[in-house]
């Protein structure tokens, strides 16, 4: 059975959602936002000992090179920030996950934001499930696990959702919730301000905010039906010009 936003939902509906759905979106930014509102748990103490570096392995080390090879180096860093603030938010609330599916989900999963031009090659026209077929050519390529395979992929199509649940895939929510906390700053108090700083002056952020404005704009002039669309109708642009991080530390 499909869910909203993964793979299969991709093939299915094009990306492009029906009135329900949409207001399924806006109904769970509205609550995302009350939860916000009514503040989060004093942040844990930092934990300078956490390892936050990519995994070393064939894999990663592959995806890495992709990411590098496709994407403006602003995407690069967020795509690896991403990695980073997901394992510190399951240190957080100790959630088990694999390194490895997160950090290749991570690394991929905006391979095709922007890119708008070549959108013919898949079946979607969402960024984000696009982005889901490639992985799955890229990773059927290696040999990956079946497994691996789902959990990446369904990491990357639905990571725009406005919120993931923990199961079935904890990495499709690590991802989910670190690219909201990289773009807009969402959930970034419940993480010690020392681990935030390490995370930023380690993989600066540069000029990523008027990257990220102007790939979200071609999506949203190319393909203002996908969840991409959407956000950017209900104000995501202006949200990624308040998020709480400096251009440049």
């Given amino acids: 059975m499909s869910r909203f936003g993964d793979p299969e939902w991709g093939r299915r509906r094009g990306g492009r959602l029906t009135p329900p759905e949409g207001l399924g979106v806006l109904t769970a930014l509205i609550g995302k936002q009350l939860r916000a509102r009514l503040g989060s748990p004093a942040a844990p103490p930092a934990r300078p000992d956490l390892d936050l570096a990519l995994p070393d392995s064939r894999l990663v080390q592959d995806a890495l090179d992709h990411c590098a090879a496709e994407c403006a180096p602003d995407i690069v860093a967020h ?18 996950f694999d390194r490895e599916a997160l950090a ?12 708008t031009e070549r959108r013919d090659r898949f079946a ?3 960024f984000a499930c696009a982005g889901a077929e490639g992985a799955r050519i890229f990773l059927e390529a290696r040999a990956a696990s079946p497994d691996r ?14 919120d ?6 904890a990495e499709s929510h690590l991802l989910n919730a670190a ?5 807009v700053g969402a959930g970034a108090r419940a993480l010690d301000p ?21 790939a979200m704009r071609r999506e949203q002039a190319a393909a203002p039906n996908t969840r991409a669309g ?4 209900l104000g995501f642009g202006g949200l990624i010009a308040r998020a709480p991080f400096g251009d440049t530390l």
């Fill in 104 to 115: 290749t989900a991570a690394l991929l999963h905006d391979i095709e934001l922007g890119r």
């Fill in 179 to 183: 690219a909201a906390l990289d773009v």
């Fill in 164 to 169: 993931v649940p923990l199961k079935p895939y």
């Fill in 230 to 233: 959407l956000l950017m109708q």
């Fill in 79 to 96: 795509s690896i920030r991403c990695y980073a603030w997901g394992v510190l938010l399951a240190d957080l609330r100790d959630i088990r």
């Fill in 149 to 162: 395979v789902t959990r990446v992929c369904d990491a990357i199509a639905r990571h725009l959702n406005p």
């Fill in 124 to 126: 979607c026209l969402c």
């Fill in 194 to 214: 020392a681990d935030r700083a390490r995370v930023l002056a380690t993989w600066p952020r540069g000029d990523f905010r008027r990257t990220m404005q102007a």
